[in-house]
């Protein structure tokens, strides 16, 4: 035993490759096939990048028109999916609630299907699935949110893009354009992550030959969790918790004294600072001007310094985008679903790559508990 390395949450370690996304901590830089985040951030629509992230390519016109028309077609919540969710207490964490309630597209999804091999699907009809699901999940957060509010359901809108109407049906009003571009470019900042838990987690189940909709909603459960996803509603717990800029410093000796984690900061990849946080700052930025919120600038760039300063690590994605979600005005618990509505996308074009060249992922453990032992006074049979 004592000469086997043990890569301790598979830090380090390369499992495979990918041809999706390239994080490169060295030039602080992120790819989607080939592209720089940042610069489809400026000038994409959403569509357009999960269009890229499952074909390889950006669409052309017609592509992104036939796309966008598909999206519309499955925008509405099916009864199915409406009547699962309100069957959950109305204390149900958000996260809980889109885990259903893609567990349960699925279901209805395959319930023709007899057998757990054609349950795989073929590369077309996988892709079909992804798309519905990329547009189902928006009206499943944004009902949610409207029902923990007490307001009723509010329908899709069929002549606005992805951003203006997940904003649509979550409020019941038109978003400003300020607000819809930078909540577009959170999306796309959040689509994509290379072999992040929850996308490996969704790699893993498809690995089985397992179907698409179990890897999401295994990814989903990945996802809540605040090491990773969970962090965005995290943060916002901490501005509540800190107040205001001038309560940072105390907040911060009191927090580190107790060894907590401060959320929102560090990174298993980027040690020097997260790829996508200058362009989610900068959103930031816009929605703090539109709502005229200095304060929250100040808090954030308060504490942003103070804890770099004491520990040298800096903000991840999560950091910027918890504060522009609470200005936009989701719920602090909506924030990680929002972040699975991104994430599909990049979950299923990981999934449909695992299927294109898989191989069942099972590693080794060494074994640590006790040495072989007997149950006393068992017999074997003659
Ligand atoms: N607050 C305080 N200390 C931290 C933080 C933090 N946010 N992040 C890392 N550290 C410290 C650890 O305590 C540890 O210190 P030690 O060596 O004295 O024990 C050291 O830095 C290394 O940290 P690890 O947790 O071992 O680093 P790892 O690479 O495993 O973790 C992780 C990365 C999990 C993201 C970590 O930085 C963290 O917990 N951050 C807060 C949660 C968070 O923001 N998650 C979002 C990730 S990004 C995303 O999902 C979009």
Redesign the pocket.
Do not use: C
């Given at each position: 035993m004592t000469d086997i390395e043990i890569k301790k949450?598979l830090?380090g370690v390369t499992v495979d490759y990918t041809a999706i996304s390239k994080v490169n901590p060295d030039t602080n830089s992120l790819l989607y096939r080939g592209y720089p985040v940042h610069e489809l951030a400026a000038t994409e629509p959403f569509e357009a990048v999960a269009y890229l992230l499952w074909h390889g390519e950006l669409p052309d016109a017609e592509q992104l028109a036939a796309l966008r028309a598909t999206e519309r077609a499955h925008r509405a919540l099916v009864p199915a999916v409406q009547q699962a969710i309100d069957l959950l207490p109305p204390g149900a964490h958000p996260m809980d609630e889109i885990r259903t309630a893609a567990s349960v597209i699925g279901a209805v999804d395959l319930a023709d299907i007899g057998n757990v091999m054609d349950a795989v699907g073929t590369p077309d009809e996988n892709l079909d699935r992804s798309i519905r699901l990329f547009a189902a999940l928006p009206a499943i957060v944004a009902y949610g949110q409207r029902r923990r509010r007490g307001e009723a359901l509010v329908p899709p809108r069929d002549d606005l893009d992805y951003a203006a109407n997940f904003l649509w049906m979550t409020f019941g009003r038109e978003a400003d354009e300020v607000v819809v571009d930078a909540f577009n470019r959170s999306m796309i900042l959040?689509a994509e992550?290379s072999f992040?838990a929850s996308t490996f987690t969704a790699r893993v189940v498809t690995s089985t030959l397992s179907d698409l909709y179990s890897a999401v909603v295994a990814a989903i459960g990945a996802l809540k969790g605040?090491?990773?996803?969970g962090?965005n509603e995290?943060v916002l717990h901490i501005f509540d918790e800190i107040g205001t800029a001038d309560n940072v410093a105390a907040w911060l000796d009191q927090a580190l004294a107790a060894k907590?984690?401060?959320?929102?900061?560090?990174?298993?990849v980027y040690k020097r600072g997260?790829s996508r946080v200058p362009t989610m700052k900068a959103a930031l930025d816009t929605l703090v001007e539109h709502y005229d919120r200095p304060d929250v600038l100040a808090l954030y760039t308060t504490l942003e310094s103070e804890f770099v300063a004491r520990?040298g690590?800096y903000p991840?994605?999560?950091?910027p985008s918890g504060p522009a979600y609470n200005l936009m005005g989701f719920d602090t618990l909506t924030f990680t679903p929002l972040f699975v509505a991104a994430r599909v996308t990049g979950w299923t074009a990981h999934i449909m790559e695992q299927q294109a060249s898989n191989a069942l992922i099972r590693p080794l453990s060494a074994y640590n508990g006790p040495d072989e032992r007997h149950i006393e006074g068992y017999v074997p049979d003659a």
């Amino acid at each position: 035993m004592t000469d086997i390395e043990i890569k301790k949450g598979l830090a380090g370690v390369t499992v495979d490759y990918t041809a999706i996304s390239k994080v490169n901590p060295d030039t602080n830089s992120l790819l989607y096939r080939g592209y720089p985040v940042h610069e489809l951030a400026a000038t994409e629509p959403f569509e357009a990048v999960a269009y890229l992230l499952w074909h390889g390519e950006l669409p052309d016109a017609e592509q992104l028109a036939a796309l966008r028309a598909t999206e519309r077609a499955h925008r509405a919540l099916v009864p199915a999916v409406q009547q699962a969710i309100d069957l959950l207490p109305p204390g149900a964490h958000p996260m809980d609630e889109i885990r259903t309630a893609a567990s349960v597209i699925g279901a209805v999804d395959l319930a023709d299907i007899g057998n757990v091999m054609d349950a795989v699907g073929t590369p077309d009809e996988n892709l079909d699935r992804s798309i519905r699901l990329f547009a189902a999940l928006p009206a499943i957060v944004a009902y949610g949110q409207r029902r923990r509010r007490g307001e009723a359901l509010v329908p899709p809108r069929d002549d606005l893009d992805y951003a203006a109407n997940f904003l649509w049906m979550t409020f019941g009003r038109e978003a400003d354009e300020v607000v819809v571009d930078a909540f577009n470019r959170s999306m796309i900042l959040y689509a994509e992550h290379s072999f992040n838990a929850s996308t490996f987690t969704a790699r893993v189940v498809t690995s089985t030959l397992s179907d698409l909709y179990s890897a999401v909603v295994a990814a989903i459960g990945a996802l809540k969790g605040p090491l990773h996803g969970g962090a965005n509603e995290a943060v916002l717990h901490i501005f509540d918790e800190i107040g205001t800029a001038d309560n940072v410093a105390a907040w911060l000796d009191q927090a580190l004294a107790a060894k907590r984690k401060i959320m929102g900061f560090g990174h298993r990849v980027y040690k020097r600072g997260d790829s996508r946080v200058p362009t989610m700052k900068a959103a930031l930025d816009t929605l703090v001007e539109h709502y005229d919120r200095p304060d929250v600038l100040a808090l954030y760039t308060t504490l942003e310094s103070e804890f770099v300063a004491r520990k040298g690590i800096y903000p991840n994605l999560d950091y910027p985008s918890g504060p522009a979600y609470n200005l936009m005005g989701f719920d602090t618990l909506t924030f990680t679903p929002l972040f699975v509505a991104a994430r599909v996308t990049g979950w299923t074009a990981h999934i449909m790559e695992q299927q294109a060249s898989n191989a069942l992922i099972r590693p080794l453990s060494a074994y640590n508990g006790p040495d072989e032992r007997h149950i006393e006074g068992y017999v074997p049979d003659a």
